[in-house]
């Protein structure tokens, strides 16, 4: 065998083309998102702008009426990335309306006592999920199932009716506005934003951050790089739960409410705001900022079809739906393109 | 055959565990409800807790004997419950746009349209499950959250209530003194059985779902068989979806078959097939969605509130998953007990556990050395 | 060359799996600064050595020594930090994170817990760069091909002894099979780094199923033989048919005794022909011709492509070249389908992963071939499928005898003979063996090739592997030679064909 002096093909193969790394490129997903976003507000202005569209409150609004929302699927962001799948977001945000209602309400609890313990359940749920996924090797989807029929049933147990708030301190909070200048944001969009602030920082400037991604690209290597993927996994649903616990306050705090059929399903918005927002659903890729997008795409959808009038709110699902369809078919294709 | 034999082969049949908790399930009543097992002729029907349990249960076994299908192959199908929607939607507001609505043409012709759409359905699930090579939980996510909307399009949002005799035969109407439903599950039932251990259907299913990789190197054309276990689930969710609409009278695009796909997975579980594809029991899924119905109307009868109903069923899930999993059965039992009675048991062992290779004794150390191998190269 | 001292010293290790013996009684030395070959044919015990080594496996006896210390790894994760890094076939590796990320991941540059971006690419490009290569470390991993995320997760392993290895930096590589799926180049690229880490004091053990590599950049190799030491000797002393030799482990005088091939020479007309198939990275474009009733057998080394080869004419995998005729007819071989329908059986090497349905039972299994043949439609009638099941399981002595046993629980002979079993059940016109004796017991191992001499003499055209070569000289009519993925020679059995002149024609590549 003779000794070549440069090897062609090494050299070749090491600088990607130009179009295949802007292809190939993690970002490009959440690009999509936002410019998606920017049409179809663009839209929206255009069609309704005689509707008061064009009102910085509009926008303001998104956030405001969608901060459960956005909470909760940066706690399924977690989730996802790490390649699992959390099925009782819905549940345990219904669990805890039902259990801050019903310990403000019925045993006259102050709210800063209540909060620590709302967290706190949904943490503790979270964990144990995340404890029998990985001590037992069960399939996220069925020990997340088992959750969804334990927090739901667990709300009915406190109270088939519904609870509504009358606190003083709950409702003052629901009313504040933190202004902006050309509008303002409720309490609740606020800590919906410090909490998507918190998780970028979490996921993309901590060593338990990067080892979400880890697990999510490659499990088995993640292990075999001596990383404790074990307390990474339990970890991630831990987080989940006390994201959708957090949720869940904010839409007791949006609703004033306890109800235990409140957020019925929303972890199916949570998954599709998710995907829609450019995470892999196999896990390992994605962006937390790309939630915040998917999150505005479909509080946009709600708005637009609001605006329209004649629409019903059903469209919502069937565009969801097929938002959803659009993009696991794009991650597919890019998937599909890495392998060869 | 000595009695304890007997008694082995009783217990390690597969029907013994979910049959013994129907069972027991059942005789829980009792004390509650003495005449729990009588069963009355009023004004030529049958009534009775039995009756009633296999009434309302009926939608749920459908559903269930379809998915045992689609999780014997190793997937997993998320979107009956919308399908339950989409199909009753169809043949309601079908049938309530007739001036005769309980024109027989009609209404057949209603329950056709509602089918059709069913099996679209499923035909695009199974498209991207096997065609397009999408994580069967993500791929019927689609219909899921989507197709509730579409159901509730199909509806306008309303609850469309009919008044149609003939279509109310299918749900609720009685026929030889026996609810209409319970021969609808029957012949449903039967046709699966006939289909899949008549035919070769089931070999072939339990074969794509226990070793993906040596089928397809044994010529199975796994895609075909995809598709139509997942066309095949669709349709079993729509006659589902006929039956719920029926028993009501109405169409609730919102409502309906709610949460079903996941009762009708615990149904499946429990029943003994495993979530990870291969072996399958039609009959332990029947049993399974029994046991699921049982648990609703004794937590009924007993007097505990109804809205712990949730809280037992995920106590079920939780238990019989612990049960499933190897790695709890060794934790509790200890390793042997853990082996011995796994769904899986058998199959690798030297794969997975770390790599100790359970060659047997006459083996030469060549298979020592291939069972570690298999890890890293 | 004056020895120094061993960095690393493996004595009497020894190493059992419920009570069969891996290893028994191995010594291993590993000299600072040296590439060291660990050569072996299946079963010889390299994985199981290297395991030992890695803290994968625990030590049933012997010791190990490193540095002069005596050390027991309990974990890949211990040995690791006291030196010893290990870089598998397979790039365990995160592909969804950057280069520079996988170099560091778990021990990144923090400060107050937070990751500190700039320096950890700063540090990751100068180690790159101090191993001479030219990568971009911000870049994903899975933008880069194979050849190159091997680099990195060499990389990797070098680096992470400097930062766990409390300052005295990895000590010894190990790199088990790096370069089964890499081009000429890549190879050139990997090797030309393993020379520079040498060349820096590390200790490299090295895997490679290729010969050539193993003359062109190892000092020392030690051979293993069905877990025991046969020998260790400098690269230079040692030329490849002594190197062979060893590892088959039959002097060449022996082997011609056991020489007693089948001598018929009444084959039929060509049955199979292929032309220039071939698919890159498994085994380059080859000509084959299989005659009615003809055993082909192929000998070649662990790794040599004779696997390979047998895929392709299954369509098991695509060929990206080349073309099969079956019976005059061209057979697109895309899927394995299209080969079954052309009358071609496959029992794979892997019987558990890739053979069996191991939940199914016997009965199950056997007529599982036919049954996907016909379709779902068409199920085998009952009286005729246990017919088929009783006569096969007969004939072939499966025990147990019952049909309803799961295959699962099946000893590894009796699941062989329940995979050809499906296969004769088919009657197709070639049957291709991938080490059909492999793991089973000696009865059983007769048995099977006894089969294949009836099987011949009744039309049906056999295509043999084995790594056992007085098993194939025994039975084939014409043997392939493999070496170093290609198809070196083919050869017609006869007298004057003796196991020494095929080990020639393995250690040299050419037949005259």
Known sequence: MTTTTQPPAATDSRTPSRAARLLGDRRLPVLVTALLFLVMYVAGLSRYVNYGFAEPQVFMNLFIDNSYLLVAAV???????????????????????????????????????????????????????????HNFEIQPFIVTLAGLFLFRGLCLVISKESISIGDSTVSSLAQTQVSLGAGFLSVGAVIALVVLAGAFYVLHYTRFGRRVYAIGGNEQSAMLMGLPQGGTKIAVYTVSGFCSALAGLLFT???????????????????????????????????????????????????????????????????????????????????????T | MSTPSRWRALTHHHLFWPTAVLVLLLLVNVPFTPDFFSIKMTGGHLYGSLVSIVLFGSPLILVAVGMTLVIATGGIDLSVGAVVAITGALACSYISDQADQSALSGVLLAMGIGLLAAVVCGLWNGFLVARMGIQPIIATLIIMVAGRGVAQLITDGQIITINSEPYKLIGGGYWLTLPFSIFVVAVVVAITVALTRKTALGLLVESVGGNAEAS??????????????????????????LMISSNTSAADGNNAGLWIELDAILAVVIGGTSLLGGRFSIGGTVVGALVIQTLTTTIYTIGVPTQTNLVFKAAVVIVVCLLQSPKFRAKVFGAKFGARFGPKSGSTPGAKDGGKPAAAPSETAATTEAAPQMEVS | MAEPRPVLEMTGIVKEFSGVRALSGVDFRLFPGEIHALM???????????????????????????????????????????????????????????????????????????????RLRREAAELVDRLG????????????????????????????GDNLGGGSGTKVLVLDEPTSSLDRGEVQELFRLMRQLKDEGVAILFVSHFLDQIYEVCDRMTVLRNGTLVGEHMVADLDQVGLVQLMIGKELDQLEELHDQQ????????????????????????????????????????????????????????????????????????????????????CSENRKTEGLVPDLTVRENIILALQAARGWTRPIPASQRDEL??????????RPANPEARVGQLSGGNQQKVLLARWLITQPKLLILDEPTRGIDVGAKAEIQKLVVSLSEDGMSVLYIAAELEEVLRLSHTIGVLRDRRLVAQIANGPEITPSRILETIASGEHE
């Open chain 1, 75 to 133: 706690g399924a962001t977690f989730v996802i990335l790490s390649g699992g799948i959390d099925l009782s977001v819905g549940s345990l945000i219904g669990f805890t309306t039902m259990l801050t209602a019903w310990l403000v309400e019925r045993q006259g609890l102050p709210l800063v006592v209540v909060v620590p313990i709302a967290l706190g359940v949904g943490a503790f749920g979270g964990f144990l999920m995340g404890y029998v996924i």
């Open chain 1, 253 to 339: 705090l949006y609703i004033q409410s306890g109800d235990p059929l409140h957020a019925t399903g929303m972890e199916l918005d949570a998954i599709a705001a998710v995907v829609i927002g450019g995470t892999l659903l196999t896990g390992g890729s994605g962006y937390v900022v790309g939630t915040l997008f998917g999150v505005l795409v479909l509080g946009l959808i709600k708005s637009i079809i609001q605006f329209e009038g004649t629409l019903s709110s059903w469209w919502t699902k069937i565009a969801t739906g097929v938002l959803l369809c659009a993009f696991i078919l794009i991650q597919r294709a890019m998937t599909a393109r890495k392998k």
């Open chain 2, 216 to 241: 397809r190197l044994v010529g199975i054309r796994s895609r075909r068989i995809k598709i139509m276990v997942y066309v095949f689930c669709a349709l079993c969710a729509g006659i589902a979806g």
């Open chain 3, 40 to 118: 072996g044919e299946n079963g010889a015990g390299k994985s199981t050595l290297i395991k030992v080594l890695t803290g994968v496996y625990s030590l049933d006896g012997g010791t190990i020594t490193l540095d002069g210390k005596s050390v027991l790894f309990g974990s890949p994760l211990q040995a690791q930090q006291a030196g010893i890094s290990t870089v598998y076939q397979e790039v365990n590796l995160c592909p969804n994170l950057s280069v520079a990320e996988n170099i560091f991941i778990g021990r990144e540059p923090t400060r107050a817990g937070r990751i500190q971006w700039k």
């Open chain 3, 133 to 160: 290569l030219d990568i971009d470390v911000t870049a994903p991993l899975s933008s880069y091909p194979l050849a190159v995320q091997q680099l990195v997760a060499i990389v990797r392993s070098v680096s992470t």
């Open chain 3, 263 to 346: 001598l018929r020479a009444d084959v039929g007309e060509s049955l199979l022909h292929a032309e220039g198939l071939g698919r890159v990275g498994a085994i380059d474009p080859f000509d084959l011709e299989i005659k009615k009733g003809e055993v082909v057998g192929l000998a070649g080394l662990l790794g040599s492509g004779r696997t390979e080869l047998a895929r392709l004419l299954f369509g098991a995998d695509q060929p990206d070249s080349g073309k099969v005729t079956i019976g005059g007819k061209q057979v697109s071989m895309s899927a394995p389908n299209d080969a079954i329908g052309a009358g071609v059986a496959f």
């Open chain 3, 389 to 398: 099941v009783a006569k096969y399981i007969k004939a072939l002595d499966i």
